[in-house]
């Protein structure tokens, strides 16, 4: 099955700078990988995604894009604000024996001090 | 409209007791996720439940661990014989059609503890 390793576990920048966050994946049949957004005390939000054939995408401040032939990917925020400061979780697929479920990372704690 | 709801948002409960924690998905959602959020260890997938299929339990720890769906709507988590190790953050999330590539919609989840 997918296994999907994150790093690093935390990360502090000064407002303004860019943040960037990997993951690594397994399972080369692993072909969607959402970005998950975690604000304390909040439930986890989707905020980009990238499909396996697609090399990059951006959505404003944020950008994500895939290695898949060094099954890697990375989330880049640009310009971070405060606001950013939250825990951020990438996800692989696994489709061992269903239609296909997430498999999230351990998380990582980005804190964006003004 | 209302989103994933969880009840209830915290469960203290001793240990070897059993727990239910249920979630209400987003109406109209055939897919339906509970994850586990221990510290430091991000979203274990526990169980999905797609429309009239079979579940998948693939990520379920134990045996101690059980999930329903009734009616295709709500889900009961059930975990038996409470161990002090079953003490995090349950979280369920719905999706439309339950395509890996659906956006999963959280809950905000039941804080259990194990004493």
């Known amino acids: 099955g997918e296994n999907v390793e994150q790093h690093p576990s935390t990360l502090s920048v000064q407002e303004g700078d860019s943040a960037v966050i990997k993951c690594t994946y397994s399972?080369?049949?692993?072909?969607?990988f959402p970005w998950y957004k975690q604000e304390l005390g909040k439930r986890p939000q989707l905020i980009i995604d990238?499909?396996?054939?697609?090399g990059e995408k951006k959505d404003q401040r944020i950008a994500v894009t895939l290695n898949k032939t060094a099954k890697h990917f990375s989330l880049h925020i640009t310009e971070t604000q405060p606001e950013d400061s939250a825990v951020y979780f990438c996800?692989?697929?696994?489709?061992?024996?269903?239609?296909?479920?997430?498999?999230f990372g351990k998380g990582t704690k980005l804190s964006v001090k003004p | 409209g209302a989103g994933v709801s969880q009840s209830p948002s915290n469960k203290v409960t001793e240990k070897g007791k059993d727990v239910e924690l249920r979630c209400d998905p987003i109406?109209?959602?055939?897919?339906l996720y509970w994850y586990r959020q221990s510290l430091g260890q991000g979203l274990e997938f526990l169980i999905y439940?797609?429309?009239?299929?079979?579940?998948?339990k693939s990520g379920l720890p134990s045996d101690r661990f059980s999930a329903e769906r009734t009616g295709g709507s709500v889900s009961t988590l059930t975990i038996q014989r409470t161990q002090q190790e079953d003490s995090a953050v349950y979280l369920c999330?719905?999706?439309?059609?339950?395509?890996?590539?659906?956006?999963?919609?959280f809950g905000p989840g039941t804080r259990l503890t194990v004493l």
């Open positions: 990238i499909r396996s054939n697609v």
């Open positions: 996800a692989g697929t696994n489709y061992g024996g269903s239609q296909g479920n997430l498999i």
């Open positions: 109406s109209g959602h055939t897919a």
């Open positions: 999330a719905s999706s439309l059609v339950g395509r890996v590539t659906d956006t999963q919609y």
């Open positions: 439940f797609q429309g009239n299929s079979a579940p998948d």
């Open positions: 399972d080369s049949a692993s072909n969607y």
